[in-house]
């Protein structure tokens, strides 16, 4: 199957995921960085298949496939949701992947999704809600258009009132981020000279510290309970017998990555002396292309799979932008009206390429089997890696093209 981007550094398959290895035809993964479907059941029945409800991300098959395309001692990284990340790990886990860790992505801009109970007693009662809505439209690619309203909701019935400040959903305020791993073939030393893979590049990652007060923890902790140094009593930080004592100073040039993660409003909250994070926000940068029109195929018969073969389109999805086809392909459709092209899930940049970096030895090969709005692809372009990836529904493709036509911006951290 022809790529639908296919340069240097990135090829993009408008494919399903589950097809990437035979895509790939036998080249093998360094790392895994990807956002699958959180299996939240929403969407609507126009997409190629009911958006966020396919399952394939508690498939074990599926992230066997995954395994049989990394290289031994590769790690994956995969976004998740707080409700069903757990389902996620079982498969990843299933298909034979090491669990290694879970990054927690604390952030402060999260929103209560929940009906509020009030509201939701007098339509139970059968009161339409009187407030008339602006019309306004969010600016983040959420699935639907929203009605916004100027005025909070007033209960119109005591039975209402009763159930005023309740609701069923909490604030949501972090996602975690799966830390999976390809077992090794051989010991790590042997695994790295092998095959490339098998460690985080900590020192590339490394946080932001005071390095004079970091290294004389060091110190302290190299010496404590053996010379009578240890402020703390006992001998808690002593060798202990390790196969290699404690070192006198840091390795890398800052604090080691941690398992957390936090946006700038959630580190204000932290003592001022308290260790340092990585700190990024959600996404700002979201790729949008507004009403643009959208086209069918009038039958999808051997000359529309041709046609679509040609381009590098998946043939059997809902319906297309008409910018993707040439006059050939488009005289085989009909108007399918107009659509606002946007991801409802978009990761932050600066974050992607963090955990790419952190991932993927330099210079490797990333792959992105849900690559979305294209964020993996541009992160990895960033950072001087080669990327691959998969994307099912052709609606996502201008946003995609649009990413990696802009050039690559230096990072933030």
């Known amino acids: 199957m022809r790529p639908f981007i296919d340069e240097r550094d990135a090829r993009l398959w408008n494919a399903d995921a589950r097809e990437l290895p035979r895509l790939l035809d036998g080249e093998k993964a360094d790392a895994i960085v990807t956002d699958p479907p959180y299996e939240l059941g929403l969407g609507t029945a126009g997409d190629v298949k009911r958006w966020d409800s396919t399952g394939i991300a508690f498939d074990p098959a599926f992230w066997e496939t995954m395994l049989d395309i990394a290289r031994p001692g590769a790690f994956m990284l995969v976004f998740g949701s707080p409700r069903t990340w757990h389902r996620l790990a079982v498969a990843v886990e299933d ?198 029109r959208m086209v069918r195929p009038e039958r999808r018969d051997a000359a529309w799979r041709r046609s679509c073969a040609r381009l590098g389109l998946f043939p059997d999805a809902g319906s297309y932008p008409a910018s993707l086809l040439d006059p050939g392909t488009l005289a085989l459709t009909v108007p399918a009206g107009t659509a606002r092209l946007a991801h409802p899930t978009v990761k932050p940049l600066d974050l992607v390429r963090w955990l790419t970096r952190l991932a993927c030895p330099p210079g490797g090969l990333v792959l992105d089997p849900f690559a979305g709005s294209g964020t993996g692809l541009e992160a990895a372009r960033a950072e001087g890696m080669r990327a691959a990836g998969t994307e099912l529904s052709p609606k996502y493709l201008p946003l995609i093209r649009q990413r990696l036509d802009r050039p690559v911006q230096a990072g933030l951290f």
């Not at 010496?223 to 202990?240: H, K, M, Q, S």
């Not at 003592?271 to 009403?291: G, I, N, T």
């Open 95 to 292: 298909a034979g992947w090491l669990l290694k860790d879970q990054f927690c992505w604390l952030y402060a801009s999260g929103m209560p999704k929940g009906e509020w109970g009030d509201h939701a007693v007098d339509r139970a009662l059968g009161y339409a809600d009187p407030r008339i809505g602006t019309g306004r439209v969010r600016d983040s690619a959420s699935l639907e258009r929203n009605v916004a309203y100027d005025t909070a909701y007033a209960p119109q019935t005591p039975e209402a009132a009763r159930w005023s400040g309740f609701n069923p959903s909490l604030k949501p305020a972090w996602e975690p981020i799966l830390v999976a791993q390809k077992p090794r073939e051989a010991m790590l030393g042997r695994n790295l000279l092998e095959h490339g893979t098998g460690a985080l590049n900590a020192a590339a990652c490394a946080l932001d510290a005071d390095m004079a007060e970091l290294e004389r923890r060091y110190r302290l902790n190299a010496t404590a309970g053996t010379r009578g140094t240890d402020p703390r009593g006992g001998g808690v930080y002593r060798d202990c017998g390790a196969a290699a004592p404690r070192p006198l100073a840091p390795r890398i040039p800052g604090r080691h990555p941690s398992d957390v993660i936090m946006d700038a409003a959630v580190a204000r909250m932290l003592p001022s002396d308290a260790p340092r994070f990585y700190y990024c926000p959600k996404a700002r940068d979201r790729p949008l292309v507004a009403e643009t």
